[in-house]
């Protein structure tokens, strides 16, 4: 893991100008999580003061998209992982980001986690599911360390989103999906009745062209709670 934080914190450094302060990787057989850790860089400071979060997810997300042939070739390379899609969002607030290389999905069904708080979970991030787009066809979750607990939700996409989608409309479907969402899992997934833990962040990204979403919940580590 050593090679491979060096290697990631080198690659962002190179194309942000500033890397993560921290990053925390691990993995299992359907994923590899990475926390980062105080990541912003000064020109990006001065969007964030003047309210401007938008353009600073506009253009990380550009630059993201270049880097992801690297991150897959880097993760294939140190851990032998062959990843099939790559997520990444951020929380500006505390200038930290989540990136999700997912392997295969095919694997998800093989690989079943069971957990404290996993029915009630599921059944909460459906109904959300249900009341912001529609039910998944198939949701999987698994924790890939005892601090990020990740969700993979398939099949969300209702009519009017795919139209949205094929006239053009994806930045605009994308921060208003982040922001509803994130709002209902922040008021309506009560993490201590299910897990007895509060999370630190919340993080959503989507490939809309595979009809896929994650979800990441993470949590500060139980030695400082």
């Not at 993995?27 to 990541?39: G, K, L, P, Y």
């Not at 938008?54 to 851990?79: G, N, S």
């Not at 795919?162 to 969402?181: C, D, F, S």
């Not at 309506?188 to 979800?215: C, H």
Request: proline content about 3%; some cysteine; glycine content about 4%.
């Amino acid at each position: 893991m050593t090679q491979l934080t060096s290697q990631m914190g080198k690659l962002l450094r190179d194309r942000f100008g500033k890397g993560p302060e921290s990053i925390y990787v691990s993995a299992n057989e359907v994923c590899v999580s990475m926390h980062f850790r105080q990541f912003v860089s000064v020109v990006e400071k001065i969007m964030l003061q003047q309210n401007k979060d938008e353009a600073v997810r506009d253009t990380r997300q550009l630059v993201m998209d270049l880097l992801v042939p690297e991150f897959k070739a880097l993760i294939l390379r140190t851990l032998g992982l062959e990843l099939q899609h790559i997520y990444y969002d951020w929380n500006l607030d505390n200038h930290s980001g989540i990136m999700i290389g997912l392997v295969d999905s095919s694997l998800f069904d093989r690989y079943q986690e069971s957990y404290r708080g996993k029915e009630y979970i599921h059944r909460q991030v459906e109904r959300i599911s249900a009341e912001a787009e529609k039910m998944p066809d198939a949701m999987h979750s698994f924790w890939t360390n005892a601090r990020t607990l990740v969700i993979v939700r398939s099949g969300i996409l209702i009519k009017l989103e795919k139209e949205l989608l094929r006239a053009g409309y994806e930045p605009a479907l994308r921060v208003a999906k982040r922001a509803l969402e994130k709002s209902l899992l922040v008021t309506e997934v009560d993490m201590n009745q299910a897990l007895g833990r509060t999370p630190d962040g919340i993080y959503l990204d989507w490939k809309f062209d595979q009809d896929q979403s994650i979800i990441v919940f993470t949590f500060p580590s139980e030695t400082s709670t």
